[in-house]
């Protein structure tokens, strides 16, 4: 029986006789990390009952032992010497006769046999010592312990300083142990090098096949430096959790049900409607204001008082969080910048003063002169002409239309920084497939970032499929009522960020994956100085809890709207919600709840577009979408009038075009306005 329990948001600790697995379930890598040790059965059980995520083990002690269950997992951490025992652990002979060993204590059936000598081994990574990576959103670093074969590995996660050791503590390390004052060794190696208080370490323990004097003695010497479960529970905030001490063999030996910690993960994954009012925390945010405020009160203030010199120094210096100044950071900004990161399930991030200066800074923060990169075609007019303009500063942009893969890959060369796609174009309506372009961005190691403002989360979290970086002008349906421009860059700490590809990085890579975040906040915004203000924060909040319910309603709007002006003679409509559409199967496969609220009708000429238009009573003519009104426009005079022909080709702007952002009004009285309009310009 496997009993797991949270240690902190996002990280579940699961506890079975011999071993602990760390389950990480933060961050959209959710990923279960796992102990070897000898519970092979256990494991491929606990993995076939519980686990739907991808898995990672960290081999903590190469010892070939050890790598017996390896091949179940999607990842295998082993410590960098340890990689030839591992090589030779994993031939097919070697695991014939493990399974064989294996057969009789664990009982596994015969007919299993054949299945496990074949599978092939997990992929293998070493890591190195001291090297920081991104765990399901979580920065760990690899750190260094004392064990009785070459090295052991735990991970680090920093912020929390909680060590996820592998058998650092378990009982084989202490029965092995090359001498007895491995102990004292640990202690020193994490609390001097590690500056980790010796009292937030979770790890194994077993309760077999040691002598029970040996090991009371080690253990009691743990036990004497360890967690205070009381304080831990208080340092964790989490009354609901009973941490209960169970057993007198080590610091670890703490439980609830799995039942219990499962209907607990079950609460935290709240539906879209619930999760945009309240987060992923109970009753929104109003228990966090003294006055009980429902919504985050707008802290209208360019600075912010200290109570001391040692406070504001520390502040500045980053020992300690708060604020300063509004251009960097604001309460209500926070808060807007929180609620974004949960919609999109990212791991943070950056408000900023308007859609054009979260793309501005989002993609300025990885590029520099000399740099090229991909675009689709096809774009946000603003933002090709934005990335144009960057040619000024010796970055070159180049287009590929959207979802032609050779045409992407052959566009890919060593100056390549990165891959930039809009969830769908505009006015084109062509949908990107981000997996896809993921997937070979990934291929040749390159950051996709993608524009999400057309679909916004409640239509795709393309940082759930493979989308590193996404970033939202929330002008439009976030804040959903017209009433403020801004721009939001949310990361979602997938990609590992190099010095090498990108040197501009290398002071912030102390941050781990919050490290782009951290060079986008001060840097890009520090400096340039693009901020939100508190009030159009504010606007958004409000806005941004009804964006299921619009979106809902514009959707089905547009739906039947696209689906009446389709059966007019002569009008071609363009909504990827039809079945005809050439991106319906794209969408159908990649949107959840709709499928989008633009669509756009070609009437015949120029002249009969602006005729139609001016005929139309209740739609507004306004060259913006995302509103709760119907909104009209003709892109070949208004957004493309700058644009080459090419580049009007490429977006899908033709002379008699006309797009319509679908609003909230009764689709009998929209359908009605269309229909009279067109008859009247007959
Ligand atoms: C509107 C828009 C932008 C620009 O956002 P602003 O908030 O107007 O600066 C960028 N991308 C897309 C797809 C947009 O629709």
């Known amino acids: 029986m496997h009993e797991s329990f949270k240690i902190r948001d996002g990280i579940w600790q699961v506890q079975e006789a011999k071993d602990v697995y760390f389950t990480i379930i933060q961050g959209k890598n959710k990923a279960i990390v796992m102990d070897t040790g000898y519970g092979i059965a256990d494991n491929r059980a606990y993995v076939e009952q519980q686990v739907t995520v991808p898995y990672i083990v960290m081999n903590s002690h190469g010892h070939p032992d050890h790598t017996q269950g390896n091949h179940q997992f999607d990842e295998v951490y082993i410590h960098p010497l340890d990689l030839p025992a591992y090589e030779t652990s994993n031939t097919v002979e070697w695991r014939t006769s493990t399974y064989e060993r294996l057969m009789q204590p664990n009982g596994l059936s015969k007919e299993g046999k054949e299945e496990f000598v074949k599978i092939v081994p997990g992929k293998i990574k070493t890591l190195v010592p001291d090297s920081v990576f991104d765990l399901g959103g979580l920065t760990v670093r690899v750190v260094e312990l004392p064990g009785h074969t070459r090295g052991t590995i735990g991970l680090l996660v920093e912020e929390e300083r909680i ?45 077999h096949e040691i002598k029970k004097e040996f090991l009371y003695e080690v253990r009691n010497n743990v036990r004497t430096k360890a967690i205070d479960w009381d304080s831990y529970e208080v340092i964790l905030g989490k009354e609901i959790y009973k941490l209960r001490y169970t057993g007198e063999y080590g610091t670890s030996l703490i439980a609830i049900p799995i039942q219990e910690a499962l209907a607990i993960k079950e609460k935290e994954e709240y539906g879209f409607h619930t999760m945009l009012l309240h987060g992923t925390g109970t009753r929104g945010r109003q228990l966090e204001d003294s006055y009980g405020s429902i919504l985050p009160p707008v802290y209208q203030t360019s600075a912010y008082a200290h109570e001391s010199a040692e406070s504001i120094a520390d502040v500045f210096g980053k020992r300690k969080t708060g604020f ?88 890919i060369n060593e100056r390549t920084k990165l891959i ?39 239509l795709v979290r393309p940082l759930e499929i493979g989308a590193d970086v996404v970033i939202n002008s929330t002008s439009k349906y976030v804040n959903g009522t017209g009433n403020s421009i801004s721009g939001v860059v949310t990361d979602g700490g997938s990609y590992a960020w190099t010095k090498e590809r990108f040197p501009q990085m290398k002071p912030f890579l102390v941050q781990g994956s919050k490290c782009y975040l951290a060079k986008l906040r001060s840097d890009m915004l520090c400096n340039h100085g693009g901020c939100l203000s508190p009030q159009n924060a504010f606007q958004n909040l409000v806005g941004m809890e009804t964006l299921g319910l619009r979106l809902e309603r514009e959707c089905s709007n547009a739906l039947a709207l696209a689906r009446h002006l389709s059966k007019v003679p002569g009008m071609l409509v363009n909504y990827p919600g039809l079945e005809t559409n050439e991106s319906y199967e794209i969408a159908k496969e990649q949107f959840k709840n709709g499928y989008g609220t633009i669509l756009t009708i070609r009437v015949g000429s120029w002249n009969q577009a602006f005729a139609l238009m001016n005929a139309l009573k209740l739609s507004f003519i306004v060259s913006n979408i995302g509103d709760v009104r119907t909104l009209v426009v003709h892109p070949a005079s208004t957004m493309a009038l700058n644009s080459i022909q090419q580049e009007r080709e490429d977006a899908g702007v033709f002379d008699d075009l006309i797009r319509v952002s679908v609003g909230i009004e009764d689709i009998d009285d929209l359908i009605a306005d269309f229909d009279r309009a067109i008859h009247s310009i007959k």
């Open 324 to 411: 300063n100044y509004t251009r960097i950071s604001n309460p209500t900004i926070a808060a807007f910048e929180e609620r974004m990161t949960q919609l999109e399930h990212g791991i943070g991030s950056v408000a900023c003063a308007s859609g054009m200066a979260a793309i501005t800074y989002a993609l300025l923060n990885i590029l520099k002169a000399g740099d090229e990169f991909i675009a689709s075609a096809g774009l946000y007019g603003g933002t090709i002409n934005l990335l144009n303009g960057f040619s000024q500063f010796d970055i070159k942009v180049r287009y590929v239309e959207p979802n032609n893969w050779e045409q992407l890959e052959s566009a």
């Open 163 to 207: 060590l996820l050791a592998g058998d650092a503590f378990s009982q084989d390390m202490w029965m092995f142990a090359d001498n007895h004052d491995t102990l004292e060794t640990l202690e020193k190696t994490l609390t001097k090098a590690l500056s980790l208080p010796f009292d937030t370490y979770l790890c194994g323990h077993s309760i």
């Open 420 to 458: 930039f796609t809009e969830t769908v174009g505009n006015p084109g309506l062509i949908v990107t497939d981000i997996k896809k372009m993921a997937e070979i961005a990934h291929e040749h190691n390159l950051p996709l970032l993608v524009d999400n403002t057309m679909a916004s989360a409640f």
